[in-house]
């Protein structure tokens, strides 16, 4: 009896030890979709599978809401151990000493090599030095256009500048139900205001030497003047208003309307939906000084400091990260690689990234990002921006009045950043 005791209670000991030694890392999905949740599941689950007794526990946010409810979850102190971070939102955490450098861990690591330039160099763009967060890739805008469409309306071809662009839209907006373009009015819609405000401008600067904002200058406000013009004309939905990434392109490809700026992950969704002989992407058009800025952005994965298995956390990024990891993730994403080795893979060769690649070889062509690196900005892109920009679009206020809000909120931001620069 003594010895079923025994054998009883050292069978349950080392139950215990095992549960004891299990460890679960907190990894935050914030731009989401169904496909990328189930690939992101499956390449945590090779890493769950090479690393015994260590489970991931996934929390998936809708984009939409994701930085509001990621700031709740932070302020309550559950932070994770991994998550995907945005480029407009890593400065925000790096600076209130949320984030973990990366550095030492890429010091040690043999896949640094296979990162890009370009990945580095995000990377580190809070301070210039430090990797608080890895790019998995990079989301360029280009033009999608609807071919069948633009026959029907009697458009010969994508159109090359921004008076084609809106004369193309107009002879689209004259058939039944059809549309120019699909503006994207809601959180997000930064992008759009910026590639055409700064085409018509011919230049992409957001600031001057002494730190002021040039969103209220008067080249700045006549392309914002122009697009809110262009949403009054009737050139793109009226409820396109309240848009976001899923509705313009639900938009594009149910041919509500006709072009469409977008990152290479639209093609996730149209290419699903759209015969490919029915669209094409081509470079954003040009402004009259014959130069466009497509905006350039990225996301990835960072570490938080609050992390109790620090070592286990950059398995887990090393593992999303690493060639099989990150080229898999990738083709779902629809993002431009972040590894010199994915840049040969035969998925990137064909016609649908044509557009992206094209853009990248015209040197009048200039990949443009935002200034992400400021604190404030999260809040100004996903808070200020969407709120204005719907009151101009609505004409409760002037395209002047708009500008100068943007431009007295990152002026405050920039003069501040320049200030800490220099102590």
Same mark, same amino acid.
């Given at each position: ?140 805008g280009a033009m999608f256009y609807n071919k069948k469409l633009f026959a029907e309306a009697g458009v010969e071809g994508p159109p090359k500048t921004i008076a084609e662009f809106q004369t193309a839209s107009e002879k689209v907006s004259k058939l ?25 401008? $011919?230049?992409?600067?957001?600031? @001057? ?5 040039? &969103?209220?200058?008067? =080249? !700045?406000? +006549? /392309? ?32 509500t309307c006709a072009m469409l700026n977008q990152d290479p992950d639209a093609l996730i969704a149209i290419s699903e939906r759209m015969k490919p002989e029915d669209y094409g992407v081509v470079p954003l058009p040009k402004g009259e000084a014959g ?42 994403? $629809?993002?431009?690689?972040?590894? @010199? ?5 035969? &998925?990137?060769?064909? =016609? !649908?990234? +044509? /557009? ?68």
């Amino acid at each position: 009896m003594k010895r079923m005791i025994l054998t009883a209670s050292l069978a349950s000991f080392l139950l215990s030890g095992t549960a004891m030694a299990d460890t679960t890392l907190k990894l935050v999905e914030v731009i989401t979709s169904p496909s990328r949740t189930e690939t992101l599941k499956e390449i945590v689950a090779k890493f769950e599978q090479a690393n015994p007794g260590t489970k991931v526990e996934i929390t998936s946010l809708p984009w939409g809401e994701a930085f509001e409810k990621f700031a709740t979850m932070v302020s309550a102190g559950e932070t994770p151990d991994v998550m995907e971070m945005p480029d407009t939102w890593v400065a925000l955490y790096a600076k209130n000493g949320a984030l973990e450098s990366l550095e030492p861990y890429l010091a040690k690591w043999q896949g640094a090599a296979d990162l890009n330039d370009r990945a580095l160099e995000f990377g580190r763009q809070v301070d210039g030095k430090t990797a608080y967060m890895l790019p998995y890739g990079f989301y360029m805008g280009a033009m999608f256009y609807n071919k069948k469409l633009f026959a029907e309306a009697g458009v010969e071809g994508p159109p090359k500048t921004i008076a084609e662009f809106q004369t193309a839209s107009e002879k689209v907006s004259k058939l039944p139900g059809k549309y120019g373009y699909c503006l994207r009015g809601a959180r997000g819609g930064l992008n759009d205001w910026t590639v055409f405000m700064n085409a018509i401008a $011919g230049n992409n600067t957001y600031f @001057k030497e002494d730190g002021t904002s040039t &969103f209220a200058d008067p =080249d !700045k406000v +006549k /392309g914002l003047a122009w697009y809110i013009d262009y949403y009054k004309k009737g050139l793109a939905p009226k409820d396109s208003i309240s848009w976001g990434f899923n509705e313009t392109v639900a938009g594009f490809y149910s041919g509500t309307c006709a072009m469409l700026n977008q990152d290479p992950d639209a093609l996730i969704a149209i290419s699903e939906r759209m015969k490919p002989e029915d669209y094409g992407v081509v470079p954003l058009p040009k402004g009259e000084a014959g130069k466009a800025f497509p905006v350039i952005g990225y996301a990835g994965w960072s570490m938080f400091q609050t992390s109790e298995h620090k070592d286990l956390a950059w398995k887990l990024i090393e593992t999303l990260q690493g060639t099989e990891g990150n080229v898999a993730w990738n083709k779902k994403t $629809g993002a431009l690689p972040a590894l @010199k080795s994915a840049e040969n893979d035969p &998925f990137y060769a064909g =016609d !649908k990234f +044509k /557009g992206w690649f094209d853009e990248l070889k015209d040197s009048n062509i200039v990949p443009t990002p935002l200034p992400s690196y400021l604190e404030e900005f999260a809040f100004f892109k996903d808070s200020l921006v969407p709120a204005s920009s719907q009151r101009a679009l609505l004409g409760e206020i002037t395209p002047e009045d708009m500008a100068k809000e943007w431009a007295d909120y990152l002026t405050t931001a920039q003069q501040a950043y320049l200030a800490n620069k220099t102590k």
